[in-house]
């Protein structure tokens, strides 16, 4: 069963609004947090990541905002621009770097 | 471009075939991991080297051995392939207890 879901497969958002991508996670022994970005026919790449000492991390126009009671994790863009249509995923680990749980990713479309 | 080298980019195999997906980095980074990508689950970590000379077990080990060759090189093998190993593979490099991991743009295998 898997450790960290993202349950919205894809997301449209106009040019300019917010875009709000969404995880939850099962283990409360996760204690660190990432956001990855995911191109076509590309590699994963690091976005942004949070400690679970915090609740907030900002990054430009990137916000991750992390629920340690609920279990959830979700990823702020602001404003969106059309750039930003990629994949994204979450990952989570509980103090290995070298075992992180990802999520199933959440499409997000940026329309112009 | 400095970064993490996969080949082949494509293959199909029949089953029980046998293969070797390959990983180069150049980054100079210690640890290196083999992830598997299938839709609805996310990335998934099939083995991982935290540094040369050593390998360990992921999520989903089972059909697969690695090899570190070296500090750059880690290979991934499919000793006989099956249906169920046909999937997007990714290998991914980074500095010791980092979480910003260098991804390879990825190997699709088929197996039919």
């Known amino acids: 069963d898997q450790q960290v879901k993202q349950n919205s497969p894809s997301l449209s958002v106009q040019e300019g609004r917010i875009s709000i991508l969404n995880c939850d996670y099962t283990?409360?022994?996760?204690?660190?947090f990432l956001w990855y970005k995911k191109y076509p026919a590309e590699g994963p790449t690091f976005l942004i990541s949070i400690s679970s000492i915090k609740d907030k991390n900002e990054d430009g126009r990137f916000t991750v905002f992390l629920n340690k009671s609920a279990k959830h994790l979700s990823l702020h863009i602001v404003p969106s621009q059309p750039g930003d249509s990629a994949v994204y995923f979450c990952?989570?680990?509980?103090?290995?770097?070298?075992?992180?749980?990802f999520g199933s990713g959440t499409k997000l479309n940026v329309k112009p | 471009n400095a970064g993490v080298t996969q080949t082949p980019k494509f293959q199909v195999l029949k089953t029980g075939q046998s293969m070797t997906l390959q990983c180069a980095q150049d980054m100079n980074h210690n640890s290196m991991y083999w992830y598997r990508q299938d839709p609805g689950m996310g990335l998934r970590l099939i083995y991982y080297s935290a540094s040369e000379g050593t390998t360990d077990k992921g999520e989903v080990p089972n059909g697969y051995n690695v090899s570190r060759l070296n500090k750059r090189e880690f290979s991934l093998r499919l000793e006989s392939a099956a249906p169920s190993q046909t999937s997007v593979y990714f290998c991914?490099?980074?500095?010791?207890?980092?979480?910003?991991?260098?991804f390879g743009s990825g190997t699709r295998l088929t197996v039919v």
């Open positions: 990952a989570a680990n509980m103090g290995n770097f070298n075992k992180f749980y």
């Open positions: 283990n409360s022994m996760f204690d660190y």
């Open positions: 991914a490099s980074s500095e010791v207890a980092s979480y910003d991991y260098t």
